[in-house]
């Protein structure tokens, strides 16, 4: 668990936020640059001081001005790594591994540290000096470094912003994978919404310094705060589905989502486990009658919850599927034709080809039991653009 | 100030006399000696100066680099006024501690240090300013205490400043000359150091082939000591890396 409510001014910039999540997992701080979110891992870490508020992890309490605590940074126990990794260059790979580990004192600091050389990949790298490796290699030794200090929590500051996309593709799955097995929360600082989508178990949304919305993925994809960020090119419903069949002679997966059914391509997914797909607004279409002869493979019936006009002679259409809720935009033309209105039967259709999926193992489902956002859902005054589904 | 000499003449040779030598030997224990002294002290300043604001810093600061304007011969002075038997450090020194500086090989290492405390400062101050403190913040947030970050991550990534003070102090030790000649007088064997030896060559009647044997052996010290400083200096830089 992690519980944070954090004031610090700065000059003319000012963080005030709160935000909690439950359990390990992954929660991700969104926001365009400026909006405050190293700020709030610095003061997290204890590198910057807050004027007040509180830190608290689970039954420990690192900063609490009301009371008086202020762990000191060295006794925090807070695995950081830093865009820019930060690795010792005047110490090889395994001796910046150790150098965490050698002050935390594990039980079986050997065994640890075989596990996190394991997990991470480090094997071949540990004989040699940072200055030697890749940016995505550097960064996988500042997670192994940060992970030996048994750490109470992970901070990630933007971990993949320096590297090139290539690079992040490959440190991509290490993230996932320590989402998935550390039993400690991870606070993953992020300004590119399709790393959020793809690791985010819980999501606070920030803007000039403040969460103007927080919760879930799925909830939280549907907010206006979000939508004014991300923009049209990226809004869209992020949905979760389980697996119910894979298709081998076609290469597609078959996902139950609320009452319907998702092909999404297969590729790299597994029969078991939870499947998270973003469907952006603009690669939608509506339908006000059951579809027929098209090539489009998705088709998803509902029931239309909201619409909202917006500037740009577009309306922005909320369906709702049978749980989940889809985001589509169309032009106001269109609305009017199909005499689109709350309350109306209409089907979702979405192309197969663009999406696909991430997985996440049945353990931690993020979306099962949706905990309603602090922003809520639904679209309000504001536009959109397409509909469309998306592989980040 | 005459001396004997067993090997020379009018004739410059490479040889050198006994006396030479000793003076040689004597210019090596007397630099190695005033770096040993400032090392430590410098250290600590140029972290003062660098990592510690405070109140007068930039008083304290002019005050660490008065060796290089002042005239030895007048810190020579001053450290006799302070560290002379009735001075009141070095008479404290001398009563409590048997301590004697002035007029001894001691004393020519301590205004030799004094002389050469400034370069050494200056040469830490600006490496110290050149590592990065995200390290450090890094070795914090792994449960590195402040004197741990300090031998861990702080002092070898200055590595290259302190070697480069270190023997830049060291060849300038060698050859410091009015300082110690005031505080430590010309003694032979105790503080003649080479260039003493060379002055008293100088004035000495038919003295030249020695001085001029005294000048070739400073002179090669000193590239010497400067090559050896690049040398050091590249091989930390190498691996400290970008």
């Known amino acids: 668990m992690i519980d944070v409510r954090l004031k610090k001014r700065r000059g003319a910039f000012a963080v005030d936020v709160a935000f909690r999540a439950s359990g390990s997992g992954l929660v991700a701080l969104f926001g365009p640059s400026g909006s405050g979110k190293s700020t709030i891992i610095n003061l997290i870490a204890g590198l910057l001081a807050p004027d007040e508020g509180y830190i608290r992890l689970g039954e420990t309490t690192l900063y609490d001005s009301g009371r008086g605590i202020d762990v000191p940074v060295e006794e925090r126990r807070i695995g950081y790594v830093f865009q820019d990794s930060r690795l010792f260059p005047h ?3 395994r001796a910046n591994l150790r150098y965490g580990a050698k002050r935390a004192g594990a039980a079986d600091p050997q065994a640890e540290f075989a596990q996190i050389v394991e997990l991470l990949g480090l094997e071949a790298l540990l004989e040699r000096r940072p200055r030697g490796l890749s940016g995505g290699e550097r960064q996988r030794v500042a997670l192994g470094r940060a992970l030996l200090s048994r750490p109470r929590v992970l901070l990630l500051d933007e971990p993949l912003a320096s590297l090139e996309l290539a690079r992040r593709e490959e440190l991509l799955p290490y993230l996932e994978r320590l989402r998935d097995h550390l039993s400690i929360p991870i606070l993953y600082v992020s300004h590119q919404f399709e790393e959020v989508v793809r690791l985010a178990t819980h999501v606070v949304v920030l803007r000039s310094g403040a969460a103007v ?23 869209g419903a992020v949905i979760e589905g389980e697996i119910e069949a894979l298709e081998p002679d076609t290469g597609l997966a078959r996902l139950r989502v609320g009452s319907g059914r998702l ?3 297969a590729e790299g997914i597994a029969l078991t486990g939870l499947v998270r797909v973003q469907l952006l607004a603009r690669d939608l279409i509506l339908a006000v009658e059951p579809p ?7 088709s998803l019936e509902g029931t239309l919850s909201s619409i909202v006009a917006d500037a740009g002679r577009t309306h922005l259409v909320e369906v709702d599927i049978g749980g989940p809720r889809l985001l589509a935009q169309v032009t106001a033309s269109a609305s009017a034709e199909l005499g689109l209105a709350v309350g109306r039967r209409v089907w979702v259709l979405v192309k197969t080809v663009s999406l696909r999926g991430h997985v996440y193992p049945a353990g931690q489902v993020p979306g099962r039991t949706p905990a309603p956002p602090s922003a809520v859902a639904g679209p309000r005054e504001s536009s959109g653009t397409a509909a469309g589904a998306r592989s980040p | 100030m005459r001396e004997e000499r067993t090997a020379g003449g009018g004739v410059p040779t490479m040889l050198l006399t006994d006396a030479e030598w000793q ?3 004597l210019s090596l224990t007397v630099a190695s000696r005033s770096v040993l002294m400032s090392l430590p002290v410098a250290l600590i300043v140029a972290w003062l100066l660098a990592r510690r604001p405070f109140p007068g810093r930039t008083l304290f600061d002019a005050f660490v680099h008065l060796p290089l304007v002042l005239p030895p011969v007048m810190v020579g002075y001053l450290l006799l006024v302070l560290f002379g038997i009735h001075g009141p450090l070095g008479g404290w020194l001398a009563n409590d501690f048997g301590i004697r500086l002035a007029f001894t090989s001691n004393g020519a290492a301590l205004a030799t240090a004094v002389m050469s405390f ?9 490496s110290l300013e050149s590592v990065d403190r995200g390290l450090e913040d890094a070795a914090r947030t792994l449960g590195a205490r402040p004197l741990d970050r300090f031998f861990t991550i702080t002092l070898p990534l200055m590595m290259p400043g302190v070697l480069a003070g270190v023997v830049t102090a060291f060849a300038a030790g060698l050859g410091e000359f009015g300082a110690v000649i005031t505080f430590a007088s010309n003694i032979p064997g105790e503080t003649r150091t080479l260039p003493l030896a060379l002055y008293t060559a100088l004035q000495t009647p038919n003295g030249d082939a020695e001085a001029a044997r005294l000048a070739i052996v400073s002179f090669t010290l000193g590239l010497l000591g400067l090559g050896l400083s690049e040398v050091l200096a590249r091989r930390v830089r190498r691996s400290l890396g970008p």
């Not at chain 1, 027929?292 to 998705?298: I, K």
């Open chain 2, 23 to 25: 003076a040689l030997r």
């Open chain 1, 263 to 265: 092909k999404i391509q």
């Open chain 1, 91 to 93: 110490l090889d790979v």
């Open chain 2, 118 to 126: 400034p370069i050494m400062v200056r040469t830490m101050r600006i």
């Open chain 1, 292 to 298: 027929r002869g098209l090539s489009v493979r998705n």
């Open chain 1, 213 to 235: 919305a927080q919760g879930d993925i799925c909830a939280v994809s549907l907010t206006a705060e979000l939508r004014a960020m991300v923009g049209s090119e990226g809004l």
